[in-house]
């Protein structure tokens, strides 16, 4: 089978793999490659790559969906949640009712949350789940809220994952997607790219990670911008939909609600 384009817009056949473009069901199977190879040292390099900045986005994610502080049941689902940051700023920041379900596709990273997350503030209030976020094991109107945190980018189909979102909220539950997004920032944009095109390279193969990090940073250029994301996800049924731009645009939070 022959795919023409190297860096083509994809046909039904293929996908975008960062710029190249494969089989689309071949597709999930290389990013579960990535991340069962970086999973060790994802934190770390999380770190490096946005020079801690992550920390203060995930934060803001959290702060946005203000989490009862009550002992009112209050579940997330924390999808693509990875080793586990949105949960844990979640549990900590929540009161005593809520509760949370990390859920990944990546046993590795499931495995590295797990390990993160094994004190006994955790243990009674999350449970950890392997599954695609387009076909997630939970029945309709399970949740309060979705949480997805760089992760939708990872996915092939992503309206079948935002329709999944839909699907196991309740009615009145919030989706919140924090991803990278369009540097609006004039300079800003150019530094932005001088640090994702040359420094995170290098910062990668210092680690020994030059290839998953090379589609990391060229998948961020293949997800669309702000206000595509945001009708992709009114076409998925949800109202109310906004975003906050984050350092100028480089991360955009969205967020929706199913009314
Ligand atoms: N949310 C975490 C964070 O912000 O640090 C992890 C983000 S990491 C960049 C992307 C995560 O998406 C990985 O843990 C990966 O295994 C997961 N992932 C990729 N494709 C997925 C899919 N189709 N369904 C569920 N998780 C997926």
């Known amino acids: 089978m022959s795919f023409p384009s190297a860096r083509g817009a994809p046909t039904h056949e293929t996908a975008s793999f960062g710029f190249k473009a494969v089989p689309t069901v071949a597709r999930q199977g290389l990013v579960n490659e990535v991340f069962s190879t970086v999973a060790d040292r994802y934190d770390l390099m999380n770190d490096l790559m946005s020079g801690g900045l992550h920390r203060a986005w995930k934060d803001d994610v959290v702060a946005w969906l203000a989490p ?4 009112r049941p209050f579940n997330l689902v924390d999808v693509a949640g990875g080793t586990g940051d949105i949960v844990r700023r979640f549990l900590d920041s929540g009161g005593s009712g809520c509760s949370a379900v990390l859920c990944d596709i990546s046993p590795a990273m499931v495995d590295a949350g797990r390990r993160r997350l094994a004190g006994p503030q955790f243990a009674r209030r999350l449970a950890f789940t392997i599954a695609n976020a387009e076909v997630l094991p939970f029945p309709d109107t ?28 309740k009615r009145g539950g919030r989706f919140l997607c924090l991803e990278f997004s369009a540097c ?9 790219d001088f640090h994702a095109f040359e420094v995170i390279p290098r910062l990668a193969a210092l680690t020994g990670s030059a290839e998953p990090y090379r589609y990391l940073v ?12 945001a009708a992709l996800i009114r076409a998925a049924g949800f109202a109310r939909v906004r975003y906050r731009n984050l350092t100028g645009g480089i991360a955009a939070v969205h967020s929706g609600w199913k009314i």
């Open 68 to 71: 009862p502080k009550s002992a």
């Open 142 to 169: 399970s949740f309060d809220a979705y949480t997805i945190a760089f992760g939708i980018r990872n996915v092939t189909h992503i309206d079948r994952a935002l329709c999944e979102a839909y699907r196991v909220l």
């Open 184 to 192: 609006e920032v004039p300079l800003l944009d150019r530094l932005y």
């Open 218 to 229: 060229e998948s961020i250029r293949q997800f669309p911008r702000q206000e595509p994301f």
